[in-house]
């Protein structure tokens, strides 16, 4: 186990280590930008859009639909605490209807 967290740790500090030396291009920083986002997106969207293992869009679907207003909420207020807060509030309350 102790072996397996410091090959872990070698690997992602071998990364921060690098970036300080090397200079990667203008594009390629932009890139980097948005990796959390999209990797938030990854792990999150699945979970919104299967319900019970089955694929579900429709409005009996509380996390679809619990997440969908944490999107506008995210777009119009910019704000991360807004749109987590409001989203599990919004979908305890479909979850309880």
């Not at 030396?21 to 699945?46: D, E, N, T």
């Not at 019970?52 to 207003?69: E, K, R, V, Y």
């Amino acid at each position: 186990m102790v072996a397996a967290g410091l090959i872990t740790f070698t690997i992602r500090f071998s990364f921060i280590f690098l970036l300080e030396r090397v200079s990667m291009p203008s594009w390629f920083q932009r890139a980097l930008h948005y990796v959390p986002a999209a990797v938030l997106a990854a792990i999150i969207l699945p979970e919104m859009v299967f319900e019970q293992g089955q694929f579900d869009l429709s409005w009996h679907n509380p996390q679809w639909l619990a997440g969908c207003a944490a999107v506008l909420i995210a777009f119009f207020t910019r704000s991360m605490l807004w749109t987590v807060c409001s989203g599990l509030v919004i979908y305890l309350l479909l979850h309880l209807l």
